[in-house]
T-cell receptor, first 111, second 115 residues
Framework: NAGVTQTPKFQVLKTGQSMTLQCAQD?????MYWYRQDPGMGLRLIYY???????DKGEVPNGYNVSRLNKREFSLRLESAAPSQTSVYFC??????????FGPGTRLTVT | GDSVTQMEGPVTLSEEAFLTINCTYT??????LFWYVQYPGEGLQLLLK?????DKGSNKGFEATYRKETTSFHLEKGSVQVSDSAVYFC??????????????FGQGTILTVHP
């Protein structure tokens, strides 16, 4: 099993550009999550999807949109990138409240 | 709201030393508590968990006990190895009986172990 996969691994954007981060899981998990990781701040939840067909805002949703395309895939879109969105983005999935499985991350730089 | 506070890092130890990383939390209700580990260049992996007061989570020689009276979940290991060098995150989940958990993380503690 591949677990949770994310693409791309690295990305550099100019301010104002848009892009979509892709995430897929092959564990048949119902719930999926997007986090951002910034130095000294741990991980913060951007959006989550408790089940296919539902999405909800997390702690830091401004500037992002998400799509739960099907049970496997959950994408994160930046419509107009800003330098403040420079971060490492992690996707995760879970089948219960007790454990989340994380992807390897996408390192995004916005100049 | 929920919050998690970890001891400031980085922590540098010699191999075979004793490790403690402090973690305290604020939450409503009865959260589940977790320690995640992130090795260089990788995503996070669950290290151990405890789902109710006085539970002890353990894995790979690491232990942590859910202390409701002190709202703490300190991570300990009796003898660290160079391969334990990583970033350690304390986290909680206040799912309130739902089937999913929104994790609240501490800021992370960088551990470096020297031979």
């Amino acid at each position: 099993n591949a677990g949770v996969t994310q693409t791309p691994k690295f990305q550099v954007l100019k301010t104002g550009q848009s892009m979509t981060l892709q995430c897929a899981q092959d564990m048949n998990h119902n719930s999926m999550y997007w986090y951002r990781q910034d130095p000294g701040m741990g991980l913060r939840l951007i959006y989550y999807s408790a089940s296919e067909g539902t999405t909800d805002k997390g702690e830091v949703p401004n500037g992002y949109n998400v799509s739960r395309l099907n049970k496997r895939e959950f994408s994160l879109r930046l419509e107009s990138a800003a330098p403040s969105q420079t971060s490492v983005y992690f996707c995760a999935s879970s089948v219960s409240q007790y454990e989340q499985y994380f992807g390897p991350g996408t390192r995004l730089t916005v100049t | 709201g929920d919050s998690v506070t970890q001891m400031e890092g980085p922590v540098t130890l010699s191999e075979e030393a004793f490790l403690t990383i402090n973690c305290t939390y604020t939450a409503t209700g009865y959260p589940s508590l977790f320690w995640y580990v992130q090795y260089p260049g990788e995503g996070l992996q669950l290290l151990l968990k405890a789902t109710k007061a006085d539970d002890k989570g353990s894995n790979k020689g690491f232990e942590a006990t859910y202390r409701k009276e002190t709202t703490s979940f300190h991570l300990e290991k009796g003898s660290v190895q160079v391969s334990d060098s990583a970033v350690y995150f304390c986290a909680l989940s206040s799912a309130g009986g739902t089937s999913y958990g929104k994790l609240t993380f501490g800021q992370g503690t960088i551990l470096t172990v020297h031979p």
